[in-house]
Each structure stands twice: as C-alpha cells, then as structure tokens.
C-alpha cells in the first residue's frame, strides 16, 4: 500500500511538472535562468552515478550474457512494435489525418529510453542491470534501424543516416562513463552507508522530474503547441494511446518468454514498451531533413511527445503496483 501511495505521488510530481512548465516555461527553457541545456545532462549524469552505486555488478555482469532477454526487448522494438502501428494505421485510416501518419510510424520505429526504463525498472525492484544493458543496445542498433524503417516506410524523404560518433559519444558520455563511476565507488566502499539509504531514490526522482519539466518548457515557449489543429492534437493523442496499452498489455503478457524471473521480466516490459524522446528528436531532424518547415518537423515529433508524456505516467502508476508486487512474491 506504500508503495502504491509513493507511485501515485510520483505521478502526480509529473503533472505538476508539465503544468509549472506551462505557466513558468522561462525558467527551464533552453538559455533560462536553470540553464536546462547543462543542468538537465547533469542531472542524467547524476541519475546514472546513483545507479551506478545501486547496481550489483555481478547481476550487471551476468545481465550481457542473457540472450534471451536481449533478444527479446529488441524483437518488441524493432519488429513487432512498427508492425503493430503499421496495423493500427491501416485499420484506423480513414480516422487519421495523412500529416501525422508519418509521426505515428517514425515513433514506432524508435528504440527505447536509456533513462527512463533503467530508472523504473529500479523503482519496480526489477533488473536494472538487465534494463540498462538492453535499453543501451537498443540505442546503438537503432542508429541503423530506425532510419532503415524510414526509408522502407518513407520512400520520399530523406534517407541520411543520424551521426552515430556523435550518439555514441554521448551514450559514453552521460550514460556509461557515470555507471562506471558509480561502479568504482561502489566497489571502493566509499559511500556505502549512502548506497544503502533511501536518498538515492528521493534524489533519483527529484532528477527526473526536473527532466521533465525543462523537457516540455521549450515547447511550451515557442508555442509548438499552438501550430497543431485541434484535429490533429486529438486523434494523435488517441492512437498513441492505443498503441501504448495494446503494446504494453502485449509485452507483458509475452515477457515470460524472455526470462521466468520476475525482476528481469519487469525490465523486459519496461525497454520494449517505451520509446526515447532524446534520441528520437535529433533523428527526425536528420532523416526528414527534407521536409522543411518547423510545423512539418513538429508533426513528426507530436506523436512522440505524447507518446513521451503517457509512458512516464504509465511507469510512474505501474512501479509502485511491480514493486509490491516483487516483495510479496520474495515474501512467499
């Protein structure tokens, strides 16, 4: 029941979060006083370091060689979750304005979130060493993969490839070089009373939450919001949802077949439900970089942002219900 209570918390923390950033944009947007375009990869390195210092590493070392799991979270990604949407527009097509098609089958092709489904995953006491490793190699494949389901799906657009240096460099940078850290500390015993406490979580969620909120000031600013239709705002958010709960009851339902372990089946749901918002920006602007216009771009990428915004209230809600779930289960 505490846990429940912690979750529904923390669900509400994001909403207070997209609200403040709609009144208050120009505290969190790109060049504000927060200096949200530092502090926010800051606070991913942070969030990371802490993790870092949480992970068991021989479970972070025994979660590379689990085949299975990783073949998988990257099935979901890669396959099954393009053709599920794929499905859904062509049952949905007279309900779906032909300018946001793009958008819905470009955030299907997308890997997963690093951040997000490493993050919950902790918070639903799962595998997060499983949760990083795969959500990382998601990433990395998906520097070919998603514009390759472009190019299949878009045979109009622009087929450049996203810089992959440049995204490696920052998954090293931001993601592994702080486990690394959090590692070694961990390993050193230097801060093994504050690994060990309950701050590391109100830390990690106090980070996430300033994500979000300077995720969304930019948007809020620069009035993206205000170049959609009504229309298009509306039936977007619908399809995102369905694709969400469709997606999401249906790798829960499969995840046994990636592991019989509970922890490792939550971070299975969690990397082959969710989608990166970080990763899927930049690679919009390169593959459709010939398609100009701010509001063409801004199609591509709305249903993403709602995509975005729903799967961290569903992991925020879910977390909890998973945690309890795991002591209950360890208990019997």
Excluded at 217 to 227: A, E, I, M, R, T
């Amino acid at each position: 029941m505490r846990n429940r209570l912690k979750s529904q918390g923390f669900t509400l923390g994001l909403i207070l979060m997209v609200i403040l950033s709609a009144y208050f944009p120009r505290y969190g947007a790109t060049g504000g006083i927060l200096k949200a375009e530092v502090t926010t990869k800051i606070a991913i390195a942070l969030i990371f370091l802490l993790q870092g210092l949480t992970l068991d590493s021989k479970k972070l070392i025994s979660s590379v060689v689990n085949i299975r799991l990783h073949v998988f979270c990257q099935s979901w990604i890669f396959l099954i979750s393009p053709l599920l949407m794929i499905a859904i527009v062509l049952v949905c097509d007279p309900w779906i304005p032909s300018n946001i098609r793009s958008g819905l089958l470009f955030l299907s092709a997308l890997p997963t979130t690093i951040l997000s489904s490493t993050v919950f995953t902790a918070k639903s006491n799962g595998d997060a060493g499983a949760a990083l490793f795969s959500a990382t190699l998601s990433n990395l494949i998906g520097v070919l993969a998603t514009p390759l389901w472009c190019l299949v799906l878009f045979s109009s657009t622009n087929t450049a490839f996203p810089p992959i240096g440049s995204l490696i460099t920052k998954i090293a940078l931001y993601i592994l070089l702080p486990i690394s850290m959090g590692q070694i500390l961990r390993q050193l015993k230097i801060l093994q009373p504050f690994a060990a406490s309950r701050l590391i979580k109100r830390l990690t969620n106090g980070f996430i939450l300033f994500i979000i909120y300077a995720a969304f000031c930019d948007s809020f600013l620069d009035n993206v919001w205000s170049g959609f239709g009504l229309t298009s705002i509306v039936v977007a958010s619908l399809v995102a949802t369905l694709f969400l709960a469709i997606l999401s009851a249906l790798v829960w339902i499969t995840s046994p077949l990636s592991s019989t372990d509970y922890g490792q089946r939550i971070a299975a749901f969690f990397c082959g439900s969710q989608k990166t918002l970080a990763a899927g920006v930049p690679m919009a602007s390169v593959i459709f970089a010939s398609q100009v216009g701010d509001l063409q771009e801004s199609l591509i990428i709305l249903p993403l942002m709602i995509y975005h915004a729903l799967q961290l209230f569903l992991a925020g809600i879910l977390s909890g219900n998973f945690a309890a779930r795991r002591t209950e289960a360890e208990r019997v």
